[in-house]
């Protein structure tokens, strides 16, 4: 088969033919169809710190993706051939405290499709049965199949705390930060802001539900808050940049007893205000991956029920190429201008 394959441990990909991946007894073999591109994915490309630390090489790479079902072990109960999937990419020990309790989100032995393990920027992928997302809605398309990892981090992160009627600040406007607005909107809110340092990312906005998108480079947001005619504070906070400014400011934004859900990854510690946290009285929570399976029946319901959130998740979409032109892709991504780029793999059958 083709792959996007790393060889070794230092930067760059190779399309190459690769061996099939086998499929184990509990196992499913997904020919994929599209795969989503994200920021680990530039952070393998590239071969940074984190990379070096994190990687075993060689790896196929790709964990964002859609397909459909060829092949099943002999003990695969429920995944029948034909299936179109996508799949959890966090493979748990089904062992660990958590996991027999049935968090597997927190298993302390989490092994990552396409970090630790070969991933889906191949025409075959093999991942077990209990991490396969079968879709039952022919509405979802193989380019918004592609993105239900990362819309499941938007999904987990704004569904944390709940936002009905309340005032809700999504720092950073990458592609899981907008579609954290159209989930917000969705499930409820009154204001929601939106920032971000990219003019084309804070033009999106306003098609996922935004009331105010804002440029932190230029506009602080005490006066964004008198914008949208706030005068207390944002209720809920969802960090999604990972920039060491953002949280910060959003701590210095929040109304008394506010909420704060972290996804972005920090690459330095952040010097925060914990005076004003433990004052105000407000909660910090981190977000991991997705929590197993709530926030994939989250994702499909609400997807299937509501044409006007599944129109804004897909608009994130904004470039999709052959894998042929993968370098391409990978620069597009790179330049952080537009939305999710995903790469096709049915160019090669
Ligand atoms: N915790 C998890 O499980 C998990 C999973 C996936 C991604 N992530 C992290 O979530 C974040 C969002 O993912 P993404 O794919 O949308 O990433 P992304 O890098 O595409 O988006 C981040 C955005 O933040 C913007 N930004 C930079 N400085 C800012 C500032 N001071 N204020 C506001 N915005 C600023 C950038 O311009 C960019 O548009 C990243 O940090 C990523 O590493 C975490
Ligand atoms: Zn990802
Ligand atoms: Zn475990």
Request: glycine share 10%; charged share 20%.
């Amino acid at each position: 088969m083709k792959a996007l394959y790393k060889s070794g441990p230092y930067a760059g990909f190779e399309l190459v033919e690769r061996p099939e991946p086998t499929t184990g007894v509990r196992d499913v073999k997904i020919k994929v169809h599209t795969t989503g591109l994200c920021g680990t994915d530039l952070h393998i490309q590239a071969w940074d710190a984190w990379a070096a630390e994190t990687i075993n090489a060689p790896l196929i790479a790709g964990h964002e993706f859609y397909g459909e079902v060829v092949e099943i072990g002999s003990d695969v109960r429920d995944v029948k051939l034909g299936d179109k999937v996508s799949g959890e990419g966090h493979v748990v020990c089904g062992m660990c405290r958590n996991c027999r309790a049935g968090r597997r989100h927190m298993c302390i032995n989490t092994i990552s499709v396409g970090v630790q393990r070969d991933g889906a920027f191949a025409e075959f992928v093999v991942i077990p049965e209990s991490n396969v997302w079968v879709h039952k809605d022919p509405s979802i398309t193989p380019e918004l199949g592609a993105i239900f990892d990362p819309l499941g981090n938007a999904v987990h992160t704004a569904l944390s705390f709940g936002l009905v009627g309340e005032d809700v600040l999504v720092t950073g406007a990458g592609p899981i930060g907008l579609m954290a607005v159209a989930v917000a909107r969705h499930a409820g809110a009154r204001k929601i802001a939106i920032t971000d340092v990219s003019e084309p990312r804070l033009a999106m906005a306003a098609a996922m539900g935004a009331d105010l998108a804002v440029n932190v480079a230029t506009t602080r947001l005490k006066d964004a808050q008198l914008q949208l005619g706030m005068c207390e504070g944002f209720d809920i906070g969802l960090e999604m940049s990972g920039h060491p400014t953002a949280l910060p400011e959003m701590i210095d934004n929040m109304n008394h007893g506010g909420r704060i859900a972290m996804l972005g990854l920090p690459s330095e510690s952040i010097d925060i205000n914990w005076g004003k946290v433990v004052t105000h009285m407000l909660t910090l929570k981190g977000i991991y991956g997705r929590e197993m399976f709530e926030t994939w029946y989250a994702m499909s319901a609400m997807l299937s029920s509501n044409p006007v959130l599944r129109a804004a998740v897909a608009s994130v979409v904004t470039d999709v190429l052959p894998a042929t032109e993968w370098e391409q892709a990978f620069e597009i991504a790179r330049s952080g201008r537009g939305g999710k780029v995903v790469l096709g793999w049915s160019v090669f059958s």
